[in-house]
């Protein structure tokens, strides 16, 4: 199964999903195609026209350009996605977090898919993190 990971530039969370056998949606993943098409409008920012509209799919106009630009990407992720992932109060040097609205958006865009999401805490101790561990296992598990 496809799950979106959020923050969708976790490595820890792209790797635990992977360990259990399913396919993470991340921000690495999907910039890493555009990296490698060397058919692009706008080098250096490997930017395409379409970007920009599939951004205004996601937040208006008004809005500014980093919120659209992260959905630009976000967004056919969690459209694709099967399943989510999502870290909740995670600390700024957790994926990317420096950006709420962003993580807001993505969070509402999940929930409005209605697909199963696990929601955890950010753990504050080794206890809760093996706890953390433990419970994304058990759904990545349950998982058909």
């Not at 490595?11 to 990296?35: C, Y």
């Not at 106009?61 to 500014?64: G, K, L, M």
């Given at each position: 199964?496809?799950?979106f990971i959020d923050p969708p530039n976790?490595?820890?969370?792209?790797?635990?999903?992977?360990?259990?056998?399913?396919?993470?949606?991340?921000?690495?993943?999907?910039?890493?195609?555009?990296?490698d098409n060397i058919e692009v409008d706008m080098p250096p920012m490997n930017l395409q026209l379409e970007d920009v509209v599939k951004g205004l799919k996601y937040a208006g106009?008004?809005?500014?350009s980093g919120i659209r630009g992260r959905l630009a990407v976000w967004g056919p992720m969690i459209e694709e996605a099967d399943a989510a992932i999502i870290i909740d109060d995670p600390p700024f040097s957790?994926?990317?977090?420096?950006?709420?609205?962003?993580?807001?958006?993505?969070?509402?865009?999940l929930r409005r898919r209605g697909i199963p999401a696990l929601v955890v805490r950010y753990p504050a101790d080794e206890a809760e993190a093996r706890t953390m561990v433990?419970?994304?296992?058990g759904f990545l598990e349950g998982l058909k």
């Open positions: 199964m496809k799950v976790s490595m820890i969370l792209f790797d635990l999903v992977e360990r259990f056998g399913h396919e993470p949606l991340s921000t690495m993943a999907a910039l890493q195609e555009k990296i106009v008004e809005v500014p957790f994926g990317c977090v420096g950006c709420d609205r962003s993580n807001e958006m993505a969070k509402y865009l433990g419970q994304i296992k």
